[in-house]
């Protein structure tokens, strides 16, 4: 029996077999879970993608929704979207972010606020939207896990990224607090860089990750999301049930240790 066995798990952000989401969405569905995937602005990608990962209990692909999470519509339907595969939720994971190209690669003092606006509104008060859009599924409580970046620094190229980042530690902390007498945890996994289509959109992205596996004590393949998509099953599972509003940091070591 898998750790998240009888689960019903909601998973963003499976955009590429390569991306963290993708890897949470298969080990959960290993595990015992059952999972739905919610997709935007390209559904049928999604959908493409999902014939990858295991078979559901129908012995079909994941079903797939779009979601739209600066789309009010989208987000007031959702609970009613999910409905259609599942009777509830007991786990979410956030795996959503986006930054215009200015708001990224050195451009930090010349970004626009519409493209700051941008960044923060789907990378950060999306991680509130999401979980309240989902909150009438959790009756039961549950897990909420979204996926970060060590914001604690400024790093080379990141920009108003870190900033949304750093945003989003913040709302995971309040929503953890608000949520928490509702029986609902509101964790993040802190992921060193990883080689995902996000990532390489990033201008410089490679000033990071060339640097990171030599200073991460327990080294960093940057080809390898599955240490990351571990750490997130593991929030999801009962296996931490009085933590919340903590950051797991899954990136070798390198946020413990100076350059």
């Known amino acids: 029996m898998g750790i998240l066995e009888g689960k019903r798990i909601l998973v963003t952000g499976v955009l590429t077999d390569a991306s963290i989401a993708f890897h949470v969405a298969r080990l ?24 990858r990962l295991p078979s559901g209990l129908a012995g079909d692909p ?14 007031a339907g959702l ?19 986006f930054a215009p190209e200015t708001a990224l690669g050195g451009n930090f003092l010349d970004t626009p606020w519409e493209d700051v606006a941008t960044a923060v509104h789907i990378s950060t008060y999306s991680l509130k939207s999401l979980t309240t859009a989902c909150l009438p599924l959790m009756k039961d409580g549950g897990s909420v896990v979204g996926l970060d970046f060590d914001a604690t620094k400024a790093w080379p190229v990141y920009d108003w990224m870190g900033v949304a980042k750093a945003g989003l530690e913040s709302a995971a902390r309040y929503l953890a607090k608000y949520l928490g007498p509702q029986g ?5 996994v802190a992921a060193g860089p990883l080689g995902t289509m996000a990532a390489k959109s990033i201008p410089g992205f490679h000033e990071m990750s060339d640097m ?48």
């Not at 015992?32 to 990608?45: D, S």
């Not at 609970?79 to 972010?97: F, K, P, Q, S």
């Not at 609902?184 to 993040?188: A, K, P, S, T």
Request: glycine letters at 8%; one cysteine or more; a negative charge.
């Open 62 to 75: 994941p079903p797939v929704i779009e979601l739209n999470v600066t789309d009010d519509d989208h987000l």
């Open 184 to 188: 609902v945890r509101v964790n993040l």
């Open 212 to 259: 990171w596996p030599k200073h991460a004590p327990l080294g960093w393949d940057v080809a390898d999301p599955e240490p990351a998509a571990k750490a997130c099953v593991a929030l999801l599972s009962d296996w931490f049930p009085a933590t919340t509003g903590e950051i797991v940091h899954v990136d070798g070591g390198v946020h413990a240790v100076g350059a």
């Open 79 to 97: 609970a009613d979207r999910v409905r259609e595969h599942m009777d509830g939720l007991d786990g979410v994971v956030h795996a959503i972010g």
């Open 28 to 51: 959960a569905q290993q595990e015992g879970a059952q999972v739905v995937l919610t997709a935007y602005p390209r559904p049928t990608l999604t959908e493409r993608i999902a014939r």
